[in-house]
């Protein structure tokens, strides 16, 4: 898990990537895609906020809401819920499922 390195040791360790090869037809340039798993779930000593420059991060939260959801249908239309702590969409990488939770 990413929360057990400090954000700028991350970055050190990304910085030192090559970009992606266009012979594998990625274009000139291409930088690979980074996410991080930050369990955040509120209250917590790490936050999902403190990664945001390295990558997205990994929304706990999310399938927290979806179950809830089951339960209540009329809940879903509001999966992305800011209200829960959530990360922004642009900031996130969503899932349903994980040995953690």
Partial sequence: ASKHMWP??????????HDLNTAAGFPSGARPFFFHEV???GGEPITVQEYF???????FRFGKK?????ADFSQLGGVYDPGWGMAPSNKAVTFVDNHDN
């Fill in 8 to 17: 700028g040791d991350l970055e050190a360790i990304q910085g030192l990537t």
């Fill in 39 to 41: 369990i955040d779930q």
């Fill in 53 to 59: 420059g390295v990558g997205r991060t990994t929304e």
């Fill in 66 to 70: 979806i179950a809830w959801g089951i």
